[in-house]
Structures are given as C-alpha cells and as structure tokens.
C-alpha cells in the first residue's frame, strides 16, 4: 500500500501570511503514460465533509480560490496558501489515487 | 443542486448489521464511480470502498473485506453500503462521495453519518 505522510501534522501562520504543507508519498504516483500525477488536496472544516481543492497535483478544481495552490511530482508535493484568511482554518490532507487510495494524516492549519 | 444525502447510520452491537443509503440528485449518477470513506472520532480520513459507475466492479479496504458490500441502484441514483460482522473499531462517522470519472479523486460529499458500534 501507498502510505502519505504530510508534514507538519500542524502549523500555525500568521493572516496574510504563506503557508505550507507538504505530502511525501512511500512510492511514485506519478504515471508515466500520460505524466499526470495521481494526487489529491483536501481542506476539512469541524462539522463538514471534506472538500476537493486540488487534483493531479496542482489543477484547482471549480470555485476554489487563485490563492490555494499545488505543486511537486512523483513522491514530494506540496499544497500552497499564499495569503492566508481565516476561513482557511482547517484540516488539510493529501490523497494518492494511483493505486487504490490512501490519505495523509492531516495538517491542522491554525492562525498565530 | 449537484449534492448526495445520507441515510441510515446508528447505534449497534458488536457483530450487528447496519446498512447505509446515499441519494444522487443533480448528476448522472450512473456515469460515476461512488466510494465510501469513513473517519473515527477525532482521527483522519480512511477510505472503505468503491463501486464503478456501472457497478460491474468493487474494491475494498482491506479492513473491511468480507464484512462490507458496496452496491448502487442506477435506477434510483442510490448508493449502499451493508455492513456486517461489525467490530467496535468500526465506529466512524461514513461519508459517500462521487469520483471523478470511475477512478479519480472525490469532489462531491455526502453530510455523513454516524455509525457506533458498542455494547
């Protein structure tokens, strides 16, 4: 099995401020017949299901705002918010779908 | 309205049965892969299952195997999951969500149900 190890399990930034989360996969989900990588973002608030930010890697999907953004490829990714609000507040997980599917463990987002 | 409504949930014995329903409505359901994820009190996400938007296939968790069946009635946009055998590690609150295509990521969610398995 793929296991996702994000890191750091929690961070606390500034409003304004850049944060950074990042995603380790154990094997490469990155498929070389068509270069997409197998991976997903998720942003869960307390009390909600969670939401799809981001998808092969970086594609943002509809109605999420230009601030969230995802980059990397093969094993080391990265969800970006270049500005944080506060109603970024949230529990942020990775998701590989490039062999069944697994989740990280979750980054809890907080503002100092 | 693009959205899916749970059903069912609950408290139950070990080793009881429960079964979840999950209603489509503003999609074609039967062009999407449909999975169930689960999450424990206070712990992260854990997928359990998947069915192909045709329903000709399903792939399990490990974890539940041979105890869960996933199903989708295409005629009535519904998606299940019949849980049997259940263990107290079971409890979780359990979310249907729709793929992108049949194997993609997951971009519609259900509210969730709560599912407690205790004596």
């Known amino acids: 099995d793929i296991v996702l190890t994000q890191s750091p399990d929690s961070l606390a930034v500034s409003l304004g401020e850049r944060a950074t989360i990042n995603c380790k996969s154990s094997?490469?989900?990155?498929?070389?017949?068509?270069?997409?990588?197998?991976l997903a973002w998720y942003q869960q608030k307390p009390g909600q299901p969670p939401k799809l930010l981001i998808y092969?890697?970086?594609t943002r999907e509809s109605g999420v705002p230009d601030r969230f953004s995802g980059s990397g490829s093969g094993t080391d990714f990265t969800l970006t918010i270049s500005s944080l609000q506060a109603e970024d507040v949230a529990v942020y997980y990775c998701?590989?779908?490039?062999?069944?599917?697994?989740f990280g463990q979750g980054t809890t987002l907080e503002i100092k | 309205q693009v959205q899916l409504v749970q059903s069912g949930g609950g408290v139950v014995q070990p080793g009881g049965s429960l079964k979840l329903s999950c209603a489509a409505s503003?999609?074609?359901?039967?062009?999407?892969?449909m999975h169930w994820v689960r999450q424990a009190p206070g712990k992260g996400l854990a997928w359990v299952a998947m069915?192909?938007?045709?329903?000709?296939?399903?792939y399990y968790a490990d974890s539940v195997k041979g105890r869960f069946t996933i199903s989708r009635d295409n005629s009535k946009n519904t998606l299940y999951l019949q849980m049997n055998s259940l263990r107290v590690e079971d409890t979780a609150i359990y979310y249907c969500?729709?793929?992108?295509?049949?194997?993609?990521?997951?971009?519609?969610w259900g509210q969730g149900t709560m599912v407690t398995v205790s004596s």
């Open positions: 094997q490469s989900v990155l498929y070389s017949s068509n270069n997409n990588n197998y």
């Open positions: 969500a729709k793929g992108i295509g049949n194997y993609g990521p997951f971009n519609i």
């Open positions: 503003g999609f074609t359901f039967r062009s999407y892969g």
């Open positions: 069915t192909r938007s045709d329903g000709s296939n399903e």
């Open positions: 092969w890697a970086s």
């Open positions: 998701q590989q779908y490039y062999s069944s599917y697994t």
